[in-house]
Nanobody, 120 residues
Framework: QVQLVESGGGLVQAGGSLSLSCTASGTFISIGAMGWHRQPPGKERELVATLGIDGSTNYADSVKGRFTISGDTTKNSAYLQMHSLKREDTAVYYC??????????????WGQGTQVTVSS
């Protein structure tokens, strides 16, 4: 079983920066692709960024040039650096990773979410 713990959320003024972290723990063989999603108030969850096992990245148009996803498989961790934050970035941010369980099966694990609030 895998647990993902996110940290780094909080309140920031528009134009500011925040960095989110996500660390996996538990019993598993390895982690692969990583991603961040977010759910703004009253809206559905949406993709923010993904990091492939080959290092490839993909970003939502709304965050391109402002957010950077990275990962460290030696630390079983994923990161999201956010700059030039806007009010519309306010959301609960969720980390997710592709995990190879100790039974050899692949699955996606999600964190509990961390709140990011951008004030004007």
């Amino acid at each position: 079983q895998v647990q993902l713990v996110e940290s780094g959320g909080g309140l920031v003024q528009a134009g500011g920066s925040l960095s989110l972290s996500c660390t996996a723990s538990g019993t598993f063989i390895s982690i692969g692709a990583m991603g961040w999603h977010r759910q703004p108030p009253g809206k559905e969850r949406e993709l923010v960024a993904t990091l492939g096992i080959d290092g490839s990245t993909n970003y939502a148009d709304s965050v391109k040039g402002r957010f950077t996803i990275s990962g460290d498989t030696t630390k079983n961790s994923a990161y999201l650096q956010m700059h030039s934050l806007k009010r519309e970035d306010t959301a609960v941010y969720y980390c997710n990773v592709l995990v190879e369980g100790d039974d050899g099966k692949l699955g996606v694990s999600w964190g509990q979410g961390t709140q990011v609030t951008v004030s004007s």
